[in-house]
């Protein structure tokens, strides 16, 4: 057992963890912070995908030990009133959900936390960046048409 300390979405955390257990199953087991969702487990679907020191990672892939005095941001932080349930959505969250761009909810949270990502690096996409910015999350659901357009309304609203 190692001790960890980390922040996750802007609060100090400490905690005792074998170095190998995946940051992906600290999050959901040990800090109950199920938004981040286990897709594959291989690193393919892009479902537990956090920020980690601002870079895009799958959750799945990172040990513990590799997350000490790391900086996570997790779905739950992204909006700003994280812990009241029923607070406002992210402006991304919003326009997946009046773009239909969610359905199962197994994607959802890495495809946001990727659509922030491009939106950081590309605010007006082009519908290949697009593409190239959410490859590596799958969705099984919607066929993508929904979720590219819900990334083209929060392009063209300006949110990032």
């Given at each position: 057992?190692?001790?960890?300390?980390?922040?996750?979405?802007?609060?100090?955390?400490?905690?005792?963890?074998?170095?190998?257990?995946?940051?992906?199953?600290?999050?959901?087991?040990?800090?109950?912070?199920?938004?981040?969702?286990?897709?594959?487990?291989e690193g393919e679907?892009?479902?537990?995908?956090?920020?980690?020191?601002?870079?895009?990672?799958?959750?799945?892939?990172?040990?513990?030990?590799?997350?000490?005095?790391?900086?996570?941001?997790?779905?739950?932080?992204?909006?700003?009133?994280?812990?009241?349930?029923?607070?406002?959505?992210?402006?991304?969250?919003?326009?997946?959900?009046?773009?239909?761009?969610?359905?199962?909810?197994?994607?959802?949270?890495?495809?946001?936390?990727?659509?922030?990502?491009?939106?950081?690096?590309?605010?007006?996409?082009?519908?290949?960046?697009?593409?190239?910015?959410?490859?590596?999350?799958?969705?099984?659901?919607?066929?993508?048409?929904?979720?590219?357009?819900?990334?083209?309304?929060?392009?063209?609203?300006?949110?990032?």
């Amino acid at each position: 057992m190692t001790v960890i300390a980390l922040t996750i979405n802007g609060q100090p955390v400490t905690l005792t963890a074998p170095p190998i257990k995946r940051l992906l199953d600290v999050l959901r087991e040990d800090l109950h912070l199920t938004g981040t969702k286990e897709g594959c487990g291989e690193g393919e679907c892009g479902s537990c995908s956090v920020f980690m020191n601002g870079d895009l990672v799958n959750s799945c892939l990172v040990p513990i030990l590799q997350a000490d005095g790391a900086s996570i941001l997790t779905i739950e932080g992204l909006a700003p009133s994280a812990l009241a349930p029923d607070g406002p959505l992210h402006p991304i969250q919003q326009c997946f959900l009046e773009s239909g761009g969610a359905q199962c909810g197994i994607c959802t949270p890495g495809m946001v936390l990727a659509t922030r990502h491009l939106l950081q690096k590309h605010p007006r996409p082009t519908l290949l960046q697009i593409q190239e910015g959410l490859a590596g999350n799958l969705c099984r659901c919607t066929g993508y048409k929904r979720i590219f357009d819900a990334v083209e309304s929060c392009a063209l609203k300006s949110h990032a």
